[in-house]
């Protein structure tokens, strides 16, 4: 009972700072990843800042294909079914519900922090919306609404989007804790920068201890990882300090990443949940991530719940990269290294040797994953060829896609196929395009829509280009190439031009920035000193106002 008032006191900090930027006495949190089609949970969290109230009322209007299933109040003291009540709304033609709190009890008097948790079916949808609409009231009158003491209007909803994914193939199968089941990690590996892991996590039921994480032995563990009853997600610690904490609520049945990253410099460990700090603590004394253990292990009984895509990684890249690359099972990086990925597909991935990681495992269960891992976009360059404009892409996750359509789009009409080509599954490899110059539009985009074998469809960046204008300039491919540490890049100015050159990592993180201004007509070059840098690809970036051009090289050393 004392922990979970810590940590829900912690969550009434959250809710009180936000209460004064938004002049706001609510907290309300839906998921970010939902499956198509599934339930899914979210939390309204209150303050009662009105002893004289003697109830608290919420209207739901759930929209297109969103149903709700149920309701439960909770607090420190009780937890609580709650009625749902039919609501007959004016030009409403959904099912509108009431839940209505009775606030008589002392338990639930003034000053009470409590939690309303709202359960929802989807139905086959992508994008939806939810309309909610509380007030705290004293018989008939309406002493204050949710979204702003101060504005006591009858229009005082707050709405939130909720959006849902289709479960790629790529995704392909998790691995399913039930009682008793575990996983332990034993990692042995001297790493040159910081220790990163990262997974993916959906709990099925509330008050779930999943990760534990022990340093040399078994004996008892630095870290834990959990939800409590009120289904936030927390990070405890009996032998180190803790310096940060903020829970953060994890909805039954949605997916949730979570990443724990340790910091030789700041001698801290740090927790994060969908890209948000949630914890941070000391690190222990002595602490070298080659005696580090970890123990997914389900002792909760009649609780499961399942993880997919595990990494474990030498890091030393911005977070940014983790954030942007969470979705996809590839790995690729110019200053970070794989220790060790497991999809969790089949088995067999246990059986892998690998030097560095010792596994262990019980009564773990293979089932089908929804996770949200998609297949990687392919990247689309574009070059100038005199009257003409070759377009060059590459698969991304090149062994999930069928086809391949460069789709085109002038003076921001729909867009138009203008090429199809079957996907080679076998291997990465370059495709192209030559398209003529349409002098009759000012501006176009390209992009690569790409067909996957499972029926999704992904698409990469837009390629904007400038026509019915001459480009400003052509851009030569680097010499030498790969190159070490120096190399030389050329630029032909066809007609004045203001000009910009960024030197980029693979994940597009800025490494220089080697001119910005005004270049005159005529040939010109630029020297690149890849000194102090890992070995990897990189990428040039050469921008004029209405051209871009981009290409890419090597650094071996």
Not at 209 to 225: C, E
């Amino acid at each position: 009972m004392f922990r979970n008032a810590i940590i829900l006191f912690a969550f009434l900090f959250v809710l009180e700072a936000f209460a004064q930027e938004k002049e706001s006495n609510y907290y309300l949190v839906c998921p970010r990843f939902t499956p198509y089609g599934s339930s899914f949970d979210v939390s309204l969290t209150i303050t009662n800042t009105f002893p004289e109230a003697d109830r608290f009322e919420l209207l739901v209007l759930p929209g297109n294909a969103i149903s709700l299933n149920k309701a439960e109040y909770k607090s420190v003291y009780e937890f609580a079914k709650l009625s749902l009540l039919d609501a007959d709304i004016e030009d409403y033609q959904g099912e509108a519900s009431y839940i209505t709190v009775n606030l008589n009890d002392s338990s639930r008097s003034g000053g009470t922090v409590s939690q309303i948790i709202m359960n929802f079916k989807a139905e086959q949808t992508n994008t939806s919306g939810i309309k909610f609409r509380g007030a705290f009231k004293k018989g008939d009158t309406v002493l204050a609404y949710l979204n702003s003491p101060k504005d006591m209007t009858d229009e005082n909803f707050i709405d939130v989007d909720v959006e849902f994914y289709k479960p790629q193939k790529v995704a392909d199968k998790n691995i399913l804790f039930n009682e008793d089941s575990f996983l332990k990690i034993d990692i042995d590996k001297k790493f040159s920068n910081n220790l990163l892991i990262e997974f993916w996590i959906k709990l099925n039921d509330a008050g779930i201890d999943f990760l534990k994480i022990y340093r040399n032995s078994y004996s008892q563990p630095d870290f834990t990882l959990s939800t409590n009853k009120f289904q936030m997600f927390n990070v405890s610690s009996n032998v180190q300090a803790q310096t940060f904490l903020k829970p953060y609520f994890n909805g039954k049945k949605s997916w949730y990443h979570i990443i724990i990253l340790t910091s030789k410099k700041d001698e801290s460990i740090y927790f994060y949940c969908n890209n948000t700090l949630v914890a941070k603590n000391n690190l222990p004394d002595f602490f070298e991530p080659d005696n580090v253990n970890l123990v997914f292990a389900n002792t909760n009984t009649g609780k499961s719940f399942l993880i997919d895509l595990l990494r474990i990684e030498d890091f030393n890249n911005t977070l940014g990269f983790s954030f942007a690359n969470m979705h996809s099972i590839s790995f690729s990086s110019d200053s970070s290294s794989l220790v060790a990925q497991y999809k969790f597909d089949s088995p067999d991935e246990f059986l892998i040797e690998n030097e560095n990681i010792k596994l262990e495992t019980s009564n773990l269960k293979f089932v089908k994953s929804d996770a949200p891992l998609f297949a990687r976009s392919p990247e689309l360059n574009i070059n100038l060829l005199g009257s003409s404009y070759e377009l060059e892409w590459k698969g991304g996750d090149y062994k999930q896609a069928a086809y391949y359509i460069l789709e085109k789009s002038s003076d921001s009409k729909p867009y138009t196929p203008v090429f199809t080509v079957q996907a080679d599954n076998t291997q990465e490899k370059t495709y192209s395009f030559i398209d003529a110059v349409d002098e009759s539009s000012e501006i176009v985009y390209y992009r690569i829509k790409q067909q996957n074998n499972d029926g999704s469809i992904i698409y990469s960046s837009l390629v904007k280009v400038g026509q019915g204008e001459s480009q400003p300039f052509t851009l030569g491919q680097n010499y030498p190439n790969p190159f070490n540490p120096k190399t030389s890049i050329d630029i032909e100015v066809i007609e004045d031009s203001e000009i910009e050159i960024t030197i980029y990592s693979l994940e597009g993180r800025e490494i220089a920035k080697l001119f910005k201004g005004s270049l005159t007509k005529g040939l010109h070059k630029f020297s690149f000193d890849g000194e102090g840098l890992p070995s990897g690809v990189y990428l040039f970036k050469v921008e004029a106002p209405n051209f871009t051009q981009t290409k890419k090289m090597i650094l071996t050393k």
